[in-house]
């Protein structure tokens, strides 16, 4: 499928992520204080599934670093993208399994700051009407459409900031509380 293609060459082309720095003792204190963080039941459900991954060292079989970390146009970042293609491309959206976990690198460690959910729109519309956008635990996925800088086909997405508050929302793109600095 052109879709599936096209991921793999992103993929293939895409600078991988520093993976230096092991978590050391007192390494989770070295990044910025977690408070304030709001909650909703799709919120606590991603943490449920996601809690082991706070530490890289965990990550999942499946995941590779894409894109290198992805900063803001106006302020904020999103993170370093650890995307998993087999369920990129399986074009469900299942709150236990995101298609992307987001790390900060920051002080040699990697923290999960929150996840993505992806599904490509062509993938989508095969057994979705065009006027019925993905939705997920009642959030409305935001669409991408092509040409877009990541280079790839249109698509749907959902950022949830399960680890780390959003001033913006839980649900926003960009999170001005992450960064790319300590790449």
């Not at 890289?56 to 302020?75: D, M, Q, T």
């Not at 293609?85 to 923290?111: H, S, T």
């Not at 991408?144 to 793109?173: C, I, K, Q």
Request: hydrophobic share 45%; aromatic share 10%; glycine share 8%.
């Amino acid at each position: 499928m052109r879709i599936a293609s096209s991921v793999i060459i992103v993929l293939a082309l895409a600078s991988p992520a520093r993976l230096t720095g092991a978590a050391g003792q007192g390494a989770e204190a070295q990044h910025a204080a977690h408070t304030g963080i709001t909650s909703s039941a799709f919120v606590e459900e991603v943490r449920r599934a996601t809690a082991s991954f706070r530490d890289i060292r965990n990550l999942p079989a499946g995941y590779v670093p894409v894109l290198g970390c992805v900063s803001g146009p106006l302020v904020g970042a999103m993170g370093v993208h650890f995307l998993n293609p087999a369920l990129l491309g399986d074009a469900v959206l299942d709150p236990a399994q995101p298609e992307a976990l987001i790390y900060e690198f920051k002080n040699g460690y990697a923290r999960l700051v929150g996840v993505e959910y992806i599904v490509p729109a062509a993938l989508w519309h095969v057994e979705h009407a065009p006027q019925d956008p993905p939705v997920l635990r009642d959030q409305l996925l935001n669409f991408e459409n092509s040409p877009n800088r990541f280079g790839l086909p249109a698509f749907y997405e959902l950022h949830v900031w399960a680890w780390r508050d959003n001033p913006n929302g839980m649900f926003v793109d960009w999170n001005p509380r992450v960064s790319c600095e300590g790449q």
